[in-house]
C-alpha cells in the first residue's frame, strides 16, 4: 500500500526535521538571554567608590592581575610588528594613563611572532590546530583565551581604549562584556589566572574548529564570540545548582564584601550596549575595527539583526513542508472531460472518479 511505501520515509524526515529544529534552537539560544550575573558599569564604579571609605582590611578582594593584553598579527606585511598609527593612539590611552592607575600595571602586547611561541611553549597540544586555522584572525581569538588563562588579567581588542583606571574591573573574577542583543562580546574581556571557565573554553577550541564555509560563521562559531558565548552557555549550565541561585552584583549571595570560592566560579556579564540612548561606556572606547571584514559580513549581520523573524519563518515553512507530506499522498481533486476526478498516487487510485453532485 502507498502508506506503507511513504510510512518510514515520512518517519525518517519527521526526525530530520526535529534533529534540525533542535540544532537550530539551541543555536540560536546564543542570541538571546544568557547565562551570568548581569552588571552595569556604572554598578562597577559605585562599588569601588564605596570600598575606598572601608579599611584595607575589609575591601574587596582583587582577583583579576594588573594586566592589560593586546594582540596585534600584522597580516598586510608580516613580520612588521609597528602598531598602525590610530591603532598606537588607541593603545596608548591604555599603556600611558596605565602609569597614574591604582597600583602596578603591566602592558603585553602579544605579536604573531610571541603568539606562537608562547602557544609552542606552554600549550603545545594546542599548536596545530593554532597554526592551522583557515583564517587568521581566528589565531588572535585563540591567543587570547590562552594568554587570560596563563596569566589573568584584562583583554582588550586594539580598537578599544581606556577612558579611566580599570582597577575597580579587577575585583570580579570573571567578566565578559554584553551588547544587550545578539552574541556575548569577546573583544573586552577580564579573569583570574587558571579560571574554570577558561579551562573549558581553551580545550574546546579544538571540538569547535570546523569550516562552515561562509567565513563569517566559520570565524565566529570556532574561535570567535559565538564560541564564546556557547561555551560561557555550557559553562554555566554545568555548575551545581548552589552556585545558580540569586546573586547581588555587590559581592557574595547575601551581598558580602567578597565572593566564596565557589561562587567566583559564576562569571559577570557587564553590559555595555553602544546603541543611541544607552548607558555610555565608563571604562572604554569603541574606535576602528572591521580588520578581519570577509565577504560575507554584511550578509550575516542583516541576519542578525532580523533573527527573530526570520525563525519564524523557518518554522512556518517546515511546518507547511510536514503538512503537505502527510496530507498530501492522499490525493487531490482535477475537473477532467467535465467530471470531478481524484488524483491519487497509487497505482490503484491514478483515476477514482467521483459521482456527479
Not at 552595569?40 to 593584553?69: C, F, M, W
Not at 573583544?187 to 574554570?196: C, D, W
Request: hydrophobic letters at 40%; proline letters at 5%.
Amino acid at each position: 500500500m502507498l502508506y506503507r511505501r511513504l510510512a518510514f520515509p515520512l518517519l525518517l524526515l519527521f526526525l530530520t526535521v526535529l534533529l534540525f529544529l533542535f540544532h537550530i534552537t539551541a543555536f540560536i539560544h546564543l542570541f538571546f538571554t544568557h547565562a551570568g550575573i548581569t552588571i552595569t558599569q556604572n554598578e562597577i564604579l559605585d562599588a569601588y567608590t564605596a570600598d575606598q571609605d572601608l579599611a584595607v582590611g575589609v575591601r574587596r578582594e582583587s582577583y583579576v592581575p594588573k594586566i592589560v593584553h593586546q594582540v596585534f598579527h600584522n597580516w598586510k606585511e608580516p613580520g612588521n610588528e609597528t602598531l598602525p598609527s590610530d591603532w598606537e593612539v588607541v593603545s596608548g590611552t591604555c599603556k600611558g594613563r596605565a602609569k597614574g592607575w591604582s597600583g602596578e600595571w603591566e602592558y603585553m602586547l602579544w605579536t604573531e611572532s610571541t603568539s606562537r611561541q608562547f602557544i609552542q611553549d606552554e600549550y603545545p597540544w594546542m599548536l596545530k590546530t593554532y597554526d592551522g586555522y583557515r583564517y587568521p584572525v581566528q589565531r588572535v581569538d585563540a591567543v587570547r583565551y590562552f594568554v587570560l588563562y596563563h596569566y589573568g588579567g584584562i583583554y582588550l581588542d586594539l580598537d578599544n581604549g581606556c577612558l579611566r583606571d580599570l582597577t575597580p574591573l579587577t575585583n570580579y573574577p570573571l567578566w565578559n562584556t554584553d551588547g544587550g542583543r545578539g552574541a556575548l562580546s569577546n573583544n573586552i574581556l577580564g579573569a583570574r589566572p587558571k579560571h574554570p571557565f577558561y579551562d573549558r573554553l581553551i580545550r574546546s577550541l579544538i571540538t569547535y574548529n570546523y569550516n562552515y564555509f561562509f567565513p563569517y560563521i566559520t570565524i565566529s562559531y570556532a574561535s570567535g564570540q559565538w564560541f564564546e558565548t556557547s561555551v560561557w552557555e555550557k559553562y554555566h549550565a554545568s555548575l551545581p545548582s548552589l552556585l545558580k541561585g540569586p546573586m547581588t552584583s555587590k559581592g557574595g549571595q547575601g551581598g558580602g564584601s567578597e565572593f566564596g570560592k565557589g561562587e567566583e566560579m559564576r562569571g559577570f556579564r557587564i553590559m555595555m550596549d553602544d546603541r543611541p540612548g544607552t548607558e555610555p561606556w565608563i571604562f572604554f572606547t569603541q574606535e576602528r575595527g572591521g580588520s578581519w571584514v570577509n565577504w560575507d559580513n554584511a550578509f550575516w549581520l542583516w541576519i542578525g539583526e532580523h533573527l527573530l523573524l526570520l525563525a519564524v519563518v523557518a518554522g512556518g515553512s517546515l511546518s507547511g513542508v510536514g503538512w503537505y507530506c502527510i496530507k498530501g499522498p492522499r490525493g487531490r481533486r482535477r475537473r477532467v472531460g467535465g467530471r470531478d476526478v481524484r488524483v491519487g498516487l497509487g497505482k490503484k487510485d491514478d483515476m477514482r472518479v467521483l459521482p456527479d453532485v
